[in-house]
């Protein structure tokens, strides 16, 4: 996930995974996706559009990944 997040010129390190999405880093939805699409290629999980529309971090793409994972 951190080497995507690098790819993508998003730092997680820190509080900055606690920046919001299109204020705080200013990304476009298409952006965001693309991210998710990524990790979900390289992590062989796919999540569901109900969870991609409550993203709204970094943060919020680590633990949605995380409660994936661990389902």
Do not use: A
């Given at each position: 996930m951190i080497s995507?997040?690098?790819e993508f010129g998003i730092p997680i390190t820190?509080?900055?995974k606690f920046r919001q999405f299109y204020s705080d880093i200013p990304v476009d939805k298409i952006y965001?996706?693309?991210?998710?699409?990524?990790?979900?290629?390289?992590l062989g999980v796919t999540l569901e559009d109900s969870v991609n529309e409550q993203i709204h971090s970094p943060l919020?793409?680590?633990m949605a990944f995380k409660a994936k994972a661990l389902a």
């Open positions: 995507v997040f690098r820190g509080t900055k965001v996706e693309g991210i998710l699409f990524e990790l979900e290629c390289r919020d793409v680590i």
